[in-house]
């Protein structure tokens, strides 16, 4: 993604996740340190570099150096955010594990295991008994967090553009149309954005009909889900559109499983 761009990875990620099936978390469990350590790596791993990037912009100057400075050390930890999150991820995990058991050797076995996934009977949407996972609500704070950030940048976009575009004689929707249609990169028919945004509507709307062909939830709620998608690409971003449908998700998951 960070060579050839989230405009092409981001499609063929959504026809392979929906050839696999692997479009909803029903049938995969992710373990409570795994969840706990998902937000950290993130933000280590992307946010941060991002927001050092935009504080540290690399000039051609940088570029010409023969030795490290800070905006090229941050333009490579940028680039390989998609090998480090997996890393920090599984570090943080492990060290949330290992600091789970020391702590659970001076307690009882009980609070050792209070930690970890346990199953509590409760009525589900069939009337059968569902487990209690304590990962998903880690995970929702996650995808949370995630979606105040892109929708931040996304409003922070439009606004600047809607801002310095003639003083603002241009109106909302044609800087919108704008960002949607012009591209940025030379030669390209149309702008990276606009295949984004496109991939992900596609993705987002199979993904509440999967949810709701399941039986997971109802043609009301997936009604409603399914035009938080739509409105989602242009009012916060099609990143937080995405990270919006999988806490959405994730809520309907945690009610049925």
Known sequence: MQISGIEKIAPIYYLLAIATGDTTTADRRVAPETAVAVLPATLLAYVLPGALMA?????????SRSI?????LVSYAFFLAPITVPLLTTAISKAVSW???RRGRHGSRTQAAGFRTKAVVDKSCDGEGRQYFPEIPRLRTAYAVAFAIQAAQHIYTVTRTYLLSCTGQLSLV????NLLTKPTVPGQEYASIALYAGATLGFGLYTVWDIRR???TTDRVASKAALGVVAGQVLVGP???YAGLWWWGEGVLARCV
């Open 239 to 241: 990143g937080a559109a």
């Open 174 to 177: 044609a800087v919108l149309r």
């Open 214 to 216: 399941r039986g997971y």
């Open 99 to 101: 600091f789970t058991r």
């Open 55 to 63: 504080a540290l912009p690399l000039t051609a100057t940088e570029v």
């Open 68 to 72: 490290f400075t800070p905006q090229i």
